[in-house]
């Protein structure tokens, strides 16, 4: 492409003049080409740099009382000089106090274990979906979307009414005699683990259920003839091969809970405290908008990280796929 | 919460596109924000009915999610009901505009000693008017708490709730507590017998072990769930509102469940407030919101809404009007006696503010 681009900008020089219609050609290929991927550019420059340089912004001001509540980054003085004022001290702030580390390592666990949940949970129903004939494949799969079809809220608020003391579950266990006290669920963390688990799984299933289902069934037959056993077969042939869905079902479901606010919230004790609450409480009850930015920021800088290792994983998905063609 | 922000948006929308044509009617709308189980159940179709101004009505449960709305701009509300304490810090920060008392007659029903006192906070009373004042206490179910702390329990006392001797026993029935470092504190340091309204570290560091002594016999922190909880008698005490709890009982008497509760103002004294009615400076319905501001002075339509949330009014004329059960109820209406202990909350200063959410997230969570 490269070359291409080169060629059509010396055509003037050239001692061979190209015909008009392969410069136009190779214009709109150069082109088009960056047109069409402007619009995710320009996408990414408005809904993700844009607020992110607010945020950036207020995270260096200093709390006020007004509306909005920080001050300016910028002032004109009075000799004519703009004078740019960067509060650090709202980062300093995050290592004053180890609530903020508390906060974070929670998040992160809570995050890590309901994902390994939903991967134990995910893993056999895109595999189920995969293998299944067509007809019903397409109805299992419409099925694992369904419940997007209800605000999200409703559903989570819903488990109270299942976890409770004396809720669904806990009358059921009683009554069939497997337990004598109902179990504390709700207000603990397996409350919450079991609502992320539950809100996040078709983001788990849908990418497993992709490279599954691209899975080449010979390459299993070919094991199986050569005397493979299933489980051996299984990890060493469909567990490899499906590893780009584990990763991005994965992350899918990570990041977004990490942040998690309203399913600890509802679901989760006093105890259960994640970085959402932090961000609530230093936003709302300490109306202090510049800390909140900078817990907000910490946070996108630590899941930077697990971000940075997707995409290595997916480039170099990318280049397989690419040389194997 | 995402109608409550789209309703803002609308709000703010309809507002931005009214605000060219200054000269037009205003629209038929008025964005109301409140305080959840505050108002009686006829009073907004009356409203709607003797006036044709469509009302949008959403509610909070604390002072602190009120100011954050209102301080990120462009709320969209039209009237707004912040406790005093919160009040005077709005109108410091010019958040609040100035009532034209021409457009509201009824502001003569007014009772002036309580507006004095609410002139501690709005100088001149220019920013809003009292749209209801109580206590905060607590909530007892009478007989579950006797049974579990025998007869002689010192129910008068907030020892209740702050000596792990009685604390403890009752958290097998459990307790609520209302989830705001605003509130909380101030009794805490009063029973210690350090002033209320104190701003230092020392003092707060000591309110704080009084909580963290007694932390794990509460069952929850939230400022509105112990009305149901304590009616369905699935708790036996919670610190909350004076008209919230008394609504409690109101709802255990209605279902018939057997449930007896009880509102007490404890005898080391509590919380006194005012809620106050005021207009955003930004409201895109500011005609409206005066017009209902003056039909909320009705004597007639004050005296509804005290009767169903049992909180008591500032307005002479309508006293006549609450029915006895509100108006001679101690709990509602404190005896002169236990008026003069009572004490209000003053303004707090940012950096307090902070310390405050801190160490009220440490009794909360135990970090």
Redesign the interface.
């Known amino acids: 492409m490269e070359a291409g681009t080169g060629a059509s900008a010396g055509g003037g020089a050239a001692p061979v003049r190209t015909h008009w219609r392969t410069r136009l050609s190779v214009y709109l290929n150069t082109n088009g080409r960056r047109l069409v991927l402007g619009v995710p550019y320009l996408w990414l420059l408005l809904f993700f740099l844009l607020p992110f340089a607010i945020v950036l912004k207020i995270s260096f001001a200093e709390?006020a009382?007004?509306?909005?509540?920080y001050s300016d980054l910028l002032e004109l003085t009075q000799d004519g000089y703009f004078r740019l004022t960067l509060a650090l001290s709202n980062y300093a702030y995050l290592f004053d106090?180890?609530?903020y580390v508390?906060?974070y390592t929670n998040s992160l666990r809570i995050a890590a274990v309901s994902t390994a949940f939903a991967l134990l949970v995910g893993f056999p129903m895109a595999y189920g979906i995969a293998k299944a004939p067509k007809g019903p494949r397409t109805i299992l799969l419409f099925l694992v979307v369904l419940p997007f079809w209800t605000?999200f809220?409703i559903r989570v608020y819903a488990w109270i009414g299942i976890l409770k003391s004396n809720g669904l579950l806990n009358n059921l266990l009683i009554s069939l005699g497997i337990i004598d006290d109902p179990l504390v669920i709700l207000?603990s963390d397996w409350g919450v683990y079991i609502g992320i688990v539950y809100s996040y799984l078709p983001f788990m299933v849908l990418p497993l259920y992709a490279t599954l289902e691209k899975l080449d069934p010979s390459l299993l037959e070919a094991a199986h003839d050569l005397g493979c056993r299933p489980w051996k077969a299984f990890l060493t042939i469909t567990l490899p091969l499906a590893l780009p869905g584990i990763v991005a079902g994965s992350m899918l479901v990570f990041i977004p809970a990490v942040g998690e606010f309203v399913i600890p919230e509802l679901l989760g004790g006093?105890?259960t405290?994640m970085i959402g609450r932090v961000l609530w409480?230093e936003?709302?009850?300490?109306?202090?908008w510049p800390v909140a930015s900078a817990v907000a920021m910490a946070m996108l800088i630590l899941l930077v990280a697990p971000i940075m290792i997707f995409q290595h994983i997916q480039a170099k998905q990318a280049d397989g796929e690419g040389a194997g063609r | 919460m995402p109608s409550t922000f789209l309703r803002a948006l609308t709000g703010f929308a309809v507002g931005a596109l009214f605000a060219g044509q200054a000269f037009a009617a205003e629209e038929k709308v008025l964005n109301v924000y409140n305080w959840s189980d505050y108002i009686a159940e006829d009073t907004l179709a009356k409203f709607e009915a003797e006036t044709g101004i469509k009302v949008n009505y959403d509610v909070y449960d604390s002072n602190e999610l009120l100011e954050s709305k209102l301080l990120a701009g462009h709320s969209g509300y039209d009237i707004v009901v912040p406790t005093d304490h919160t009040f005077s810090r709005l109108i410091a920060a010019g958040i609040l505009q100035k009532l034209d008392k021409s457009k509201i007659p009824n502001f003569a029903n007014l009772d002036p000693t309580l507006m004095d006192r609410a002139a501690n906070y709005d100088p001149g009373n220019d920013h809003g008017i009292i749209y209801m004042w109580g206590t905060n206490g607590l909530g007892i179910n009478v007989d579950k708490v006797k049974e579990v702390l025998g007869e002689d329990a010192p129910l008068d006392s907030y020892a209740l709730l702050f000596d792990p001797k009685y604390a403890d026993k009752l958290a097998t029935c459990g307790i609520h507590v209302l989830d705001s470092a605003s509130e909380v504190f101030p009794v805490a340091r009063n029973y210690l017998g350090l002033d209320a309204n104190s701003e230092s570290d020392e003092d707060l560091e000591k309110a704080t072990e009084l909580w963290m002594g007694v932390r794990s016999d509460i069952q929850k922190f939230h400022s509105s769930e112990f009305i149901n909880a304590l009616a369905n008698g699935d708790i036996c005490m919670a610190f909350g509102f004076s008209g919230d709890i008394l609504q409690a009982k109101g709802r255990a008497e209605e279902a018939g469940n057997g449930v007896n509760i009880e509102y007490i103002i404890p005898k080391e004294g509590s919380l006194v407030w005012f809620d106050m009615m005021g207009i955003p400076a930004d409201a895109p319905h500011p005609e409206n919101a005066q017009a209902f501001i003056n039909f909320i002075l009705d004597p007639q339509i004050t005296a509804d809404i005290s009767n169903y949330v049992w909180y008591a009014n500032a307005n002479i004329k309508s006293t006549a009007l609450v029915v006895e059960d509100v108006r001679n109820n101690p709990g509602v209406y404190p005896s002169a006696e236990v008026m003069s202990k009572l004490f209000i909350q003053k303004t707090a200063t940012p950096k307090y503010e902070r310390l405050r959410t801190r160490s009220w997230n440490k009794v909360k969570t135990g970090i």
């Not at chain 1, 009382?65 to 509540?69: A, D, L, R, S, T």
């Not at chain 1, 936003?283 to 202090?288: E, P, T, V």
């Open positions: 709390f009382i007004g509306v909005p509540p106090d180890p609530q508390i906060a605000s809220l207000g006093a105890d405290f409480n936003f709302f009850l300490n109306r202090d």
